[in-house]
């Protein structure tokens, strides 16, 4: 067990939905990461959050955003889902906001 | 875009052998780079991680090497075991301040008994 928390671990849903998916930190960690992986593109950054507030954007599309609240839980909202946002998504928290994050075990979202 | 890419995507090795797994990168504003393992259904794994002004770090059993001069990184596992089979992504921080990491595509490494 990591420290990071994530649910649903799977989750099916039909195009057009919206889903959120949830990450609670290890204790102590302020930041925290989503990363989407799928086949074809790897692991990508989608946002950093630290200590409620957005620290850096990757690539993460217009139809999908976050937040940090105040007890360092996070939230991943996927909106308008396609068939191609079916993917691993994964959260990691750290410290310091870097040195090695440490990775949850994903929520698996499949898009039909 | 720049991005990190690994040579091989597959390397098969015997159990008790050494594997090098490698890395090129082409953001020279890196600096820091991190090898992770990814085990089937779980998240990756931090193995080791290296600074910029760094060409060389060792852990248990693992050694990560770094040469800026031809933006390659290196993953040496001495003493393969069945458990380290899995995918090894390196990846890169950008620097100036960003903490997202850009990820290689993964390299499978299989252990053969």
């Known amino acids: ?112 | 875009g720049e991005s990190v890419g690994l040579h091989l995507p597959t390397l098969s090795v015997q159990e008790g052998d050494n594997s090098i797994i490698n890395c090129a990168y082409s953001n020279s504003a890196s600096d820091y780079f991190i090898w992770y393992k990814q085990e089937s259904g779980k998240g990756p794994q931090f193995i080791i991680d290296i600074r910029s002004n760094m060409d060389k770090r060792q852990g248990q059993r693992v050694t990560v090497l770094l040469n800026k001069t031809v933006k390659h990184l290196s993953l040496q596992i001495a003493a393969t075991q069945p458990g380290d089979s899995a995918v090894y992504f390196c990846a890169e921080r950008a620097g100036g301040g960003a903490d997202g990491l850009t990820f290689g595509k993964g390299t499978h490494l299989i252990i053969q008994p």
């Not at chain 1, 949830?22 to 959050?49: A, E, H, K, N």
């Open chain 1, 1 to 112: 067990d990591s420290g990071v928390t994530q649910t649903p671990k799977h989750l099916i849903t039909a195009t057009g939905q919206r889903v959120t998916l949830r990450c609670s930190p290890r204790s102590g960690d302020l930041s925290v990461y989503w990363y989407q992986q799928s086949l074809d593109q790897g692991l990508q950054f989608l946002i950093q959050y630290y200590n409620g507030e957005e620290r850096a954007k990757g690539n993460i599309l217009e139809r999908f955003s976050a937040q940090q609240f105040p007890d360092l839980h996070s939230e991943l909202n996927l909106s308008s889902l396609e068939l191609g946002d079916s993917a691993l998504y994964f959260c990691a928290s750290s410290r310091t906001g870097i040195a090695g994050y440490t990775f949850g075990s994903g929520t698996r979202l499949t898009v039909v």
